[in-house]
């Protein structure tokens, strides 16, 4: 065994091993950056990851089997020991793998310090972009109604009418509903729908108001793009208190239609 190391050392063996397994490595990093840049699909930087690894062997065997002499690659049974110049190339490539390990700690420090930062920006960027894609889809806010009839005891009724078309809507798989905690902090505040829409990330709003006159309700209901703040649907329910949850199913079916 002991003799077998030192032939894979004389005949530079293991030092082609390395200068390949090193090379190997940085090829593939390359590869890796050029390929995701093109967009190339996943099976080509698999197969460039298997003929690198075929490829060890292969070299492994020629530094075995072959001696590079001044007259050229020669079999190494065919080289007079005497005359052999495989210590000669052993230096040349101790400074290859020098050089190469150089390489690859430069491409580890750009690769750390300098393109993660920048991939990791990307990914922020993405999860943003999909972040807003989804509000440009089917989400919505329900605000809090406002009570118009000045009685201070219409405001449990309109909260209240407010949070059953939430518990509604949020039942509709098709729809994503912000929660009751978030769209009622708005609640007496004076926004502007663009900025409630941007905070809550979605893209309508569902807003109203309620007033009583005697037995009668008026509750007006009011679906809003937060792209251009315009009315895509608006209706007023006239209705007497005892009919008020028909009223709310009215409501959540038209807001979903439209």
Request: no cysteine; glycine share 4%; charged share 20%.
């Given at each position: 065994m002991?003799?077998?190391?030192?032939?894979l050392?004389?005949r530079?063996?293991?030092?082609?091993g390395i200068?390949y397994?090193?090379s190997?490595?940085?090829i593939?990093?390359?590869?890796?950056?050029?390929?995701?840049?093109?967009?190339a699909?996943?099976?080509?930087?698999k197969?460039v990851l298997?003929?690198?690894?075929l490829g060890?062997?292969l070299a492994l065997f020629?530094?075995?089997?072959f001696?590079?002499t001044p007259?050229?690659l020669?079999r190494?049974a065919?080289?007079d020991?005497?005359?052999s110049?495989?210590a000669?190339t052993?230096?040349?490539?101790?400074?290859?793998?020098i050089a190469l390990l150089?390489?690859?700690?430069?491409y580890?420090?750009?690769d750390?310090f300098?393109?993660?930062?920048?991939r990791e920006?990307?990914?922020?960027?993405?999860?943003?972009q999909?972040a807003?894609a989804?509000?440009a889809?089917?989400?919505?806010?329900?605000?809090?109604?406002v009570?118009m009839?000045?009685?201070?005891?219409q405001?449990?009724f309109?909260?209240g009418l407010?949070?059953?078309?939430?518990?509604?809507?949020?039942?509709?798989?098709?729809?994503?509903?912000i929660?009751?905690?978030?769209?009622?902090?708005?609640?007496?505040?004076?926004?502007k729908i663009a900025e409630i829409?941007?905070?809550?990330n979605?893209a309508?709003?569902?807003e109203?108001s309620?007033?009583?006159?005697?037995e009668l309700?008026?509750?007006?209901a009011q679906?809003i793009?937060?792209?251009?703040?315009?009315?895509l649907?608006?209706?007023?329910?006239?209705?007497?208190l005892d009919?008020?949850?028909a009223?709310?199913?009215?409501i959540?079916a038209a807001?979903?239609?439209?």
């Amino acid at each position: 065994m002991r003799n077998l190391f030192e032939e894979l050392k004389r005949r530079n063996v293991i030092r082609v091993g390395i200068a390949y397994v090193v090379s190997a490595w940085v090829i593939a990093q390359v590869a890796e950056l050029l390929l995701a840049s093109f967009e190339a699909p996943s099976w080509v930087m698999k197969s460039v990851l298997i003929l690198l690894a075929l490829g060890l062997p292969l070299a492994l065997f020629f530094a075995w089997a072959f001696e590079l002499t001044p007259d050229g690659l020669k079999r190494e049974a065919e080289v007079d020991r005497s005359v052999s110049n495989t210590a000669q190339t052993g230096r040349k490539l101790d400074f290859v793998i020098i050089a190469l390990l150089t390489l690859a700690l430069g491409y580890f420090i750009i690769d750390k310090f300098i393109l993660s930062a920048a991939r990791e920006a990307e990914l922020l960027e993405a999860v943003s972009q999909s972040a807003n894609a989804v509000a440009a889809d089917n989400s919505i806010a329900v605000l809090p109604f406002v009570n118009m009839s000045g009685n201070p005891e219409q405001e449990y009724f309109s909260d209240g009418l407010s949070e059953e078309l939430l518990n509604l809507l949020a039942r509709i798989p098709e729809l994503r509903v912000i929660a009751r905690t978030s769209s009622f902090a708005y609640k007496g505040k004076d926004a502007k729908i663009a900025e409630i829409a941007d905070e809550l990330n979605v893209a309508y709003v569902l807003e109203g108001s309620v007033r009583s006159g005697g037995e009668l309700v008026r509750i007006t209901a009011q679906l809003i793009s937060a792209a251009d703040s315009s009315h895509l649907w608006s209706y007023t329910y006239d209705r007497t208190l005892d009919d008020i949850f028909a009223v709310q199913d009215e409501i959540a079916a038209a807001v979903v239609e439209e």
